[in-house]
């Protein structure tokens, strides 16, 4: 099961971190991406951290603005967001990957195996 947590409300500049639990899961190596999905648009692949090296994924559009992060004693990963902008609006859901991941498919939805509920960002202008 993953719950991903923390979405809200916040004015472009601001901050948001968002979390995802992770229980009920027993694998070696595992990767635990975020997603968003804003009305109208696809879903896109935001960041990505593998449990077997720590390495990490950010997309283009918030690389060096956001940070994601595994506190591995309580099976979460942070995604702190910092200066929002209203296009970073949506819902943002956490998947895991059971296993290993290669770069090249750490912004793939479908390479993701388990989904989280999602959580709404909402940046206000």
């Known amino acids: 099961q993953l719950q991903a947590s923390g979405g809200g409300l916040v004015q472009a500049g601001g901050s948001l971190r968002l979390s995802c639990a992770a229980s009920?899961?027993?694998?070696?190596?595992?990767?635990i991406g975020w997603f968003r999905q804003a009305p109208g648009k696809e879903r896109e692949g935001v960041s990505c951290?593998?449990?077997?090296?720590?390495?990490?994924y950010y997309a283009a559009s918030v690389k060096g603005r956001f940070t994601i992060s595994s506190d591995n004693a309580k099976n979460t990963v942070h995604l702190q967001m910092n200066r929002l902008e209203p296009e970073d609006t949506g819902v943002y859901y956490c998947?895991?990957?059971?296993?290993?991941?290669?770069?090249?498919?750490?912004?793939?939805?479908?390479?993701?195996?388990?989904w989280g509920q999602g959580t709404l960002v909402t940046v206000s202008s």
């Open positions: 951290i593998s449990s077997s090296d720590g390495s990490t």
């Open positions: 009920g899961f027993t694998f070696d190596d595992y990767a």
């Open positions: 998947a895991l990957r059971g296993g290993r991941i290669i770069a090249s498919a750490q912004n793939r939805a479908g390479s993701f195996d388990y």
